[in-house]
């Protein structure tokens, strides 16, 4: 009789010791660069190691078995099966509880990643949606306990859905224990914040930095008459800026993400990063050392919780948005997915003017074909306002001017310009730089909530077309698709934020709207624009899943056809190669076949429709707003 091998004994301190090995290098040289002169590095190494220490020992078995099958696969989050659903707890399901009961739906539609917007205790009133955090251990009472979380987590996990959830750190509410203590005088906790005791230093800072509100919060500095200083905020005057240099706040936020984390949280949204880090002289964003920060947040997490990954939500200018996914001494380390907020915008940038040099050369000059370990989030709408991000050397490049584009722009998408489908609205219009940035759901931007107003049947298929050329793009191009709660049923804009003295002040809320559970449920027969919106959505996502070409670790090769009205964009991958066509205008457009490399007697199929292209002598019709997903085996 054959003996059989002796049982390995993986333990979870060998474990735990073999994850802290592979993660040391990277996260202590962040660490030590960050912080190497504010605390002693074997002070800070001992620290960071007790903190993951510990909450390794509260990691729930279940998490811990997944954290073992993700070390196995890494790259689990890349599979071309994944879509995210983007939605607000209340809005969206009433509760934790309700959303439990809406899993059937987000399977029905293909999701495999939930993302629920900010979730912790907010402040009372105004709290930028969530935006402004006062307790991070807690869940808003409104939506439930973290107890409720914890369930709901689990039976997302069981239903194959990813819980991802939102991590306020560059800020946390004025009312948060931290800040009252510090407006009590304790010295740990003031050091916590960026504090002033007069107006020279902040002065010195605004001479360079930028307004995020303008017209709600102007300055990035608040009196405070409890504290007697001023104190750095960003954003509202009561969200208060975390002050990153002190690495007691790394540990402190490195706690409550784990302990999100060991709660069931498998991705976790990390907002604003870009503003963590301020250097005197600067616009106080992008600063190198907030990929440290990243990069030693990630590799702390993958040696106490491996099986998280991280999102980086950085809205930036394409020059700036790459080292969020890693190169360089990064690379590889830093975010699992970044939003693609250039994409964004190109996306509604070509919608409104029917051109796309200006995309295709944006996304070909600042963005490489794919990274190491991570790709992007890819989304057309979210429940910000877009701001329009085209730089001057990109729109001079494709014959433009920056501010003539972005004013066009923000008029076309507000429906002021002639012509324009689109009903949205201006917001945080500055005054000092002329720069206005857009409001409004999917729908309403696309067109629909025109077409529906004047009832004209060409204009509303029209709109359903635009709508579902972004769902096509999102899931073709490159990287995970994040789905705007709404979006799959055209919800438009929603106005009745103005009704409601915490909301009326922030034009956001139009796009945020409480999902239409009617429109909804009878989406899936009805032969309405909802109807087909749903329907098409749900076959986009459905094909993706068929398609190794999309997997995110495939090459995203946009391509320079020359044809300015289509965007064009191949994706080699193991099994075949996907060369997908978006047409960005309301007529049919042809294109030689071998300028997109193919054989016009030998034209693969296009998944979308499972049939062959329609062609004109060597030419490929693409019809209008249409997107062709061409399939070569
Ligand atoms: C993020 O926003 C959130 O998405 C907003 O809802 C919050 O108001 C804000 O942080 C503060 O917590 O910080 O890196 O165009 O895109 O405010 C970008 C403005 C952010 C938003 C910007 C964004």
């Known amino acids: 009789m054959a003996k059989s091998a002796p049982a390995a004994s993986v333990t979870d301190q060998s474990l735990f010791d073999m994850r802290w090995q592979r993660a040391e290098r990277d996260l202590m040289t962040s660490l030590t660069r960050l912080y190497g002169g504010a605390m002693k590095p074997t002070t800070l190494r001992r620290r960071v190691r007790e903190l993951l220490a510990e909450k390794w020992s509260a990691r729930p078995a279940d998490l811990r078995s997944l954290d073992m099958a993700r070390d196995i696969t890494p790259d689990w989050f890349q599979s071309q099966e994944m879509a995210g659903y983007v939605f607000y707890v209340d809005r969206f399901a009433g509760d934790m509880k309700g959303v439990a009961d809406r899993i059937p739906y987000l399977q029905s539609l293909g999701i495999k990643y939930a993302h629920f917007m900010p979730c912790l205790k907010p402040r009372p009133g105004d709290s930028d949606g969530g935006y402004a955090v006062m307790d991070y251990g807690k869940i808003d009472p409104k939506l439930g306990t973290m107890g409720d979380f914890k369930k709901l987590a689990k039976k997302l996990r069981k ?65 405070d008459d409890d504290l007697g200083k001023w104190v750095w905020t960003t954003f509202n005057t009561f969200q208060w800026d975390l002050n990153w240099e002190n690495p007691e706040v790394f540990l402190a936020i490195l706690g409550i993400i784990l302990d999100l984390a060991n709660a069931g949280a498998e991705v976790l949204r990390l907002d604003a990063v870009a503003f963590m880090w301020k250097r005197m002289g600067t616009i106080c964003q992008n600063e190198p050392e907030v990929h440290d920060i990243l990069q030693a947040i990630n590799q702390a997490a993958s040696v106490a919780a491996p099986a998280v990954i991280f999102k980086a939500e950085a809205i930036v200018g394409p020059h700036q948005l790459v080292p969020y996914l890693g190169e360089g001494r990064h690379s590889g380390k830093v975010s699992n997915l970044a939003y693609h907020n250039s994409l964004m915008v190109q996306y509604w940038s070509a919608l409104a003017s029917g051109q796309t040099d200006l995309m295709t050369h944006t996304l070909t000059a600042h963005f490489p074909d794919s990274f190491k370990g991570a790709e992007w989030a890819t989304y057309i709408r979210c429940h910000d306002d877009i701001g329009w991000a085209i730089t001057e050397d990109d729109a001079e490049a494709a014959g433009i001017t920056g501010p003539g584009h972005r004013k066009f722009l923000g008029d076309f998408y507000a429906g002021r310009f002639g012509g324009s489908f689109a009903r949205g609205a201006d917001f945080q219009v500055n005054e000092k730089t002329g720069d206005a940035r857009t409001n409004g759901t999917t729908a309403s931007l696309a067109g629909l909530e025109a077409a529906m107003l004047d009832g004209d049947p060409a204009a509303i298929r029209m709109a359903e077309q635009r709508i579902l050329l972004g769902h096509a793009l999102m899931a073709g191009y490159g990287g995970l698709p994040l789905l705007y709660m709404g979006d799959e049923v055209g919800l438009l804009n929603d106005w009745s934020f103005l009704d409601d003295p915490d909301r009326a002040g922030d034009g956001r809320w139009m796009q945020r709207p409480e999902m239409d559970w009617s429109l909804a449920e009878a989406a899936p027969e009805a032969d309405t624009p909802a109807g087909r919106i749903w329907r098409g959505t749900k076959h986009i996502l459905a094909v993706r899943t068929e398609i190794e070409a999309l997997r995110g670790d495939v090459p995203t090769k946009v391509m320079q056809t020359g044809h300015d009205k289509l965007f064009c964009v191949r994706r080699p991958g193991t099994e075949g190669t996907l060369t997908g066509v978006y047409n960005f205008t309301g007529e049919d457009q042809q294109i030689e076949a071998d300028r997109l490399g193919l054989d016009i007697d030998a034209l693969p199929l296009d998944m979308l429709t499972g049939l062959l292209p329609e062609r004109v002598a060597d030419r490929i019709v693409v019809p209008p707003y249409g997107a062709l997903w061409l399939h070569e085996a």
């Not at 946390?172 to 230093?201: N, P, S, V």
């Open 159 to 223: 239903a194959g859905i990813s819980p991802c959830i939102d991590m306020v750190l560059n800020h946390t509410a004025r009312e948060h224990d931290w800040a009252a203590r510090a407006r009590k005088g304790d010295a740990f906790y003031q050091k916590l914040y960026r504090l002033y005791d007069d107006a020279t230093i902040p002065l010195q800072y605004e001479k360079t930095l930028l307004e995020v509100f303008p017209n709600q919060a102007p300055g990035n500095f608040t009196w």
